[in-house]
């Protein structure tokens, strides 16, 4: 099964493949903002730090959302990334 570690709380949970980043902090009780789940409000907005070719291909919504925030080419949306292999995720604040 995939691991998943976040940054800055420094735990790794193993998750089945396909789980999104966003469900996997949540289940493992972590706190992650999330306001619609559909990759249009950009609120849970995270920087993967490794493995960001093991997560699912960006969609066309996430792609369009992530560019209106100017993000960085690591930035992801937690509730439409799907972890496929081992990541390390950093979470906002
Ligand atoms: S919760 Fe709105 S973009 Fe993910």
């Known amino acids: 099964m995939p ?8 735990q790794s949970f193993e998750v089945a493949a396909g789980t ?4 996997s902090a949540i289940r493992n009780g972590l706190q992650l903002r999330h306001d ?4 249009i409000c950009g609120t849970d907005r995270v920087k993967v730090l ?6 699912s291909e960006k969609t066309e919504t996430e792609e369009l ?3 209106m925030m100017n993000a960085g080419p ?6 439409v990334a799907r972890i496929l ?4 995720v ?3 604040d």
């Open 3 to 10: 691991k998943v570690t976040f940054i800055p709380a420094g």
């Open 20 to 23: 999104t980043i966003l469900v």
């Open 36 to 39: 619609c789940t559909e990759a």
């Open 50 to 55: 490794s493995g960001k070719e093991r997560l």
């Open 65 to 67: 959302t992530l560019e």
């Open 74 to 79: 690591d930035d992801r949306l937690g509730c």
């Open 85 to 88: 292999g081992d990541v390390a």
């Open 90 to 92: 950093e979470l906002p």
